[in-house]
């Protein structure tokens, strides 16, 4: 299922990113929180390599997002076929020491980008848009 659920993550990063590039005009905050997904997936990718991650409310440039998404993809497939037991060690945002399994950061990352893509079409129909869906069951059905 897990496989399943990231298969989902990318197709609906996709369809977002691409929506996005299509727009005639620039919405900043679906930009920002499309950069907050990318970044934030790089951000979980680079602790579990034991490394610090970077800035993850940093606004990417348009022309950046379907480079992130496609080394981001890559490199969950990569985790996706390791071991997903192992324990990550990390530091977060505030200081505070924790670790994580590898499989329950998988899943978070994909949750997290639920969240976010749900604030994108909320702004999105606020700014008179249609932002196209990237529900699961959508995904399931294709």
Partial sequence: MLER???HREWANQQIIEWYLALPHAEEYCLK??????LSEEHWLARMRGVPGGEVWTILPPDELNARWSAN???W????????SRVVRYTR?????????VSDIATHVCTHAVYHRGQIAAQAAR???KCPPTDFIVFSRL
């Fill in 5 to 7: 659920l990231h298969d």
């Fill in 33 to 38: 929180m499309i950069s907050h997904i990318l």
């Fill in 93 to 101: 945002f505030g200081g505070e020491s924790c670790e994580s399994v």
């Fill in 73 to 75: 993809n890559a490199a």
């Fill in 77 to 84: 497939r990569e985790i996706l076929r390791s071991d997903l």
């Fill in 127 to 129: 700014a008179g848009l």
